[in-house]
């Protein structure tokens, strides 16, 4: 077997945590297998080289800065390698340069484009176990790029898709994906098995074990991914295309709080106003989600949507910008809401899977703000204090302890 | 003029000296110069580095401590661009692999072979300030590798001489070459000038201002050095072939404590005896200096030379190891000895200037322990105690300070 590791910088913080990753990885070697592993930079020490840039300069250029972040992936690869040979196991360590990890040239949040498997194949080929630098790629002009936050998990998935590998297995410090986050629900459960597409929701809406572009990138090439605590032994969740038969109306409910809603009061009824408004919140890089638009008064109409919290700034500086050009009455703002959706492919066959939900958040007295569906999701905007409660009696009514 | 100017991780040990530094270049740049600057690792990162490596692995492998080794200096030049662009100044940061910076395998003390000076002339011609990492390059693997202690200096002049610079400018922590240690000589005078062969012999017995080989390939490429402090701004020291006509007889004393003697007794007196020894000693990778052999008791000969004092341990070794080859009946060693050497272009047509020196030491009644000379020094090694006594006595004899 090929098997791919990815271990975050939780994983790789100190000595003792190397060695112990190290020794994981030699248990699946010494059973016979090729395996690569790929690392992000030790514990905090992004956070610390992005406060070492802001101090010098508190704009730093892009190209600049990934030329800084990516020597922290090089660190961590460079001493796993010397941890795996105290074992007399041989290693290697490799970077993006090495690996030619051939990405976008967008500093900062590059993508992924080729990677060529020679050398990997090469040092495999020689039974070493090879420690590629997650995070961070080369661009066409030679220059360092880094692919943005949790990266590391793309960068494990593009080399499973682009070696061939059997598996791909992503250690995180929560040991699987849930019925629900946790800590709110004590009566959650860990699922054995998801599909990428229910995947892909609870990542997008914030559950954040895995980073949604590796997610989308393990659907389009078929790369089987385990996502697993790097603390235990336990099994993990296993992501993959299908799953049993006998699907679960529900696999999981899943909580955002990341959320700003905006409304646009008494635009203009008039063709192509909503192509207006989302066209200047898309130059301005903000991702809009749950859309509402209503008849307002005196043949005016209203917009309401909801973007990232941590776009919200960037989204009113926009609209603000341009009250002109989209002639709006009243902008009006409301960071105090979150998202709670339950995603499940089995909704897809079973009518009903929303009312169910609806019903949940009636018996408990939550307000629905605003709903969007999808095919295996249904997502609901309510007030940021009702979630821990809305989670539950959502779970509850679903029967997900079981 | 391309000026190439190298600062030392004490000149960017922290934001204040980084900002220092930059402004330093960007006067060059200023008034029209192209200017291309070589750093080296933060402070004591290099150290710090190290000691992360040892404490995981206390004998990392060559390849892998490179790789570790060489985030130190992407560290700087990330944070040299950030700088600049403070002032507005369009600067970039190149590693290694950016600058095809070729050398030969050897891991931890490999050997400049080729720079690509395209993308350096590229960013040049857009009128950048280009901040190179020194002290790494690549070998033909693809593989990072490190150019050993002060290997900067050597990347600054084989920069220098690759893009035909009009000066390559080190910066130190002391303003020049000067007679004698300032720190243990009062008078010791700073010299305008000295000639590469002088600036070699001071670097190896222990000036420690220039990393020899820099001062090797300067004068191989006829690369005109000039020595200076990061911390004030004194003309320094040009190093370059011809000085004035009028040459000074001695242009400095130097002192070198990193001496240990070792002294096989009574080996047999039997032809390739002294090649056994010297052969033993170069496979363990040991430097051998000053070698006296003299004829012992019964048809016996002893054999005493000096290597560096942080040699002395794998020399050692390697003898005990091989006694049995070798022959010898006693090994004795001595660790509290130094070499005090005089150093002048100018002696080659003087006869007499050993004896001059050798006076000194008589007057101040300090034992000579060895000698050895070369066309432009005359080294002699003596107790370790007597050193400042030793390189005052000569610096006075020779009129030094004039």
Same mark, same amino acid.
């Given at each position: 077997?090929?098997?791919? =590791?990815?271990?975050?910088?939780?994983?790789?913080?100190?000595?003792?945590?190397?060695?112990?990753?190290?020794?994981?990885?030699?248990?699946?070697? !010494?059973?016979?297998?090729?395996?690569?592993?790929?690392?992000?930079?030790?514990? *905090? !020490?992004?956070?610390?080289?992005?406060?070492?840039? *802001?101090?010098?300069?508190?704009?730093?250029?892009?190209?600049?800065?990934?030329?800084?972040?990516?020597? %922290?992936?090089?660190? /961590?690869?460079?001493?796993?390698?010397?941890?795996? &040979?105290?074992?007399?196991?041989?290693?290697?360590?490799?970077?993006?340069?090495?690996?030619?990890?051939?990405?976008?040239?967008?500093?900062?949040?590059?993508?992924?484009?080729?990677?060529?498997? $020679?050398?990997?194949?090469?040092?495999?080929?020689?039974?070493?176990?090879?420690?590629?630098?997650?995070? !961070?790629?080369?661009?066409? +002009?030679?220059?360092?790029?880094?692919? %943005?936050?949790?990266?590391?998990?793309?960068?494990?998935?593009?080399? &499973?898709?682009?070696?061939?590998?059997?598996?791909?297995?992503?250690?995180?410090?929560?040991?699987?994906?849930?019925?629900?986050?946790?800590?709110?629900?004590?009566?959650?459960? =860990?699922? *054995?098995?998801?599909?990428?597409?229910?995947?892909?929701?609870?990542?997008?809406? %914030?559950?954040?074990?895995?980073?949604?572009?590796?997610?989308?990138?393990?659907?389009?090439?078929?790369? !089987?991914?385990?996502?697993?605590?790097?603390?235990?032994? $336990?099994?993990?969740?296993?992501?993959?295309?299908?799953?049993? #038969?006998?699907?679960?109306?529900?696999?999981?409910?899943?909580?955002?709080?990341?959320?700003?809603r905006?409304?646009?009061? %008494?635009? *203009?009824? #008039?063709?192509?106003? &909503?192509?207006?408004?989302?066209?200047?919140?898309?130059?301005?890089?903000?991702? #809009?989600?749950?859309?509402?638009?209503?008849?307002?008064?005196?043949?005016? =109409?209203?917009?309401?949507?909801?973007?990232?919290?941590?776009?919200?700034?960037?989204?009113?500086?926009?609209?603000? =910008?341009?009250?002109?050009?989209?002639?709006?009455?009243?902008?009006? @703002?409301?960071?105090?809401v979150?998202?709670?959706?339950?995603?499940?492919?089995?909704?897809?066959?079973?009518?009903?899977?929303?009312?169910?939900?609806?019903?949940?958040? +009636?018996?408990?007295?939550?307000n629905i703000n605003m @709903?969007?569906? /999808?095919?295996?999701?249904?997502?609901v905007l309510i007030?940021?204090?009702?979630?821990?409660?809305?989670?539950?009696?959502?779970?509850?009514?679903?029967?997900?302890?079981?």
């Amino acid at each position: 077997m090929l098997i791919v =590791k990815k271990f975050g910088g939780t994983s790789v913080a100190d000595k003792e945590r190397i060695m112990n990753v190290a020794k994981r990885c030699i248990r699946d070697y !010494q059973e016979g297998n090729d395996v690569v592993v790929v690392l992000s930079a030790m514990g *905090k !020490q992004t956070d610390v080289l992005i406060d070492m840039a *802001k101090d010098i300069n508190p704009t730093p250029s892009k190209r600049e800065l990934d030329m800084l972040l990516s020597t %922290g992936e090089q660190t /961590s690869v460079a001493l796993m390698a010397m941890a795996m &040979a105290t074992f007399k196991i041989p290693a290697i360590s490799l970077n993006a340069f090495q690996v030619a990890m051939h990405t976008t040239s967008a500093y900062g949040s590059a993508r992924l484009k080729r990677i060529d498997t $020679e050398r990997i194949r090469h040092e495999l080929d020689q039974r070493k176990i090879v420690i590629i630098t997650g995070f !961070q790629g080369v661009n066409k +002009y030679d220059d360092v790029t880094t692919l %943005g936050r949790g990266g590391s998990d793309t960068t494990a998935v593009a080399l &499973a898709a682009a070696l061939h590998a059997d598996t791909c297995e992503i250690f995180t410090d929560v040991d699987g994906v849930y019925t629900a986050d946790p800590r709110i629900v004590k009566k959650a459960r =860990k699922l *054995k098995e998801i599909t990428y597409d229910e995947m892909l929701d609870l990542a997008t809406l %914030g559950a954040g074990v895995l980073h949604n572009r590796s997610v989308e990138m393990a659907k389009k090439y078929g790369v !089987q991914l385990v996502v697993r605590s790097s603390l235990n032994e $336990e099994e993990g969740t296993v992501v993959k295309e299908d799953v049993r #038969v006998e699907r679960m109306l529900v696999s999981g409910v899943a909580a955002d709080r990341n959320v700003t809603r905006i409304s646009l009061v %008494g635009l *203009k009824d #008039v063709p192509g106003i &909503a192509f207006k408004v989302f066209d200047v919140l898309g130059k301005a890089n903000v991702n #809009v989600d749950m859309i509402l638009q209503s008849i307002g008064r005196h043949g005016t =109409k209203d917009i309401t949507f909801t973007v990232p919290g941590d776009a919200s700034d960037d989204a009113l500086g926009a609209l603000e =910008k341009n009250k002109d050009v989209l002639g709006y009455e009243e902008l009006s @703002i409301n960071r105090e809401v979150a998202k709670v959706s339950i995603v499940g492919a089995g909704m897809m066959s079973n009518p009903g899977v929303a009312a169910k939900m609806f019903e949940a958040l +009636y018996n408990s007295r939550i307000n629905i703000n605003m @709903i969007s569906t /999808s095919e295996i999701r249904v997502t609901v905007l309510i007030d940021v204090k009702e979630v821990d409660k809305a989670v539950n009696a959502i779970h509850d009514m679903f029967e997900l302890e079981d």
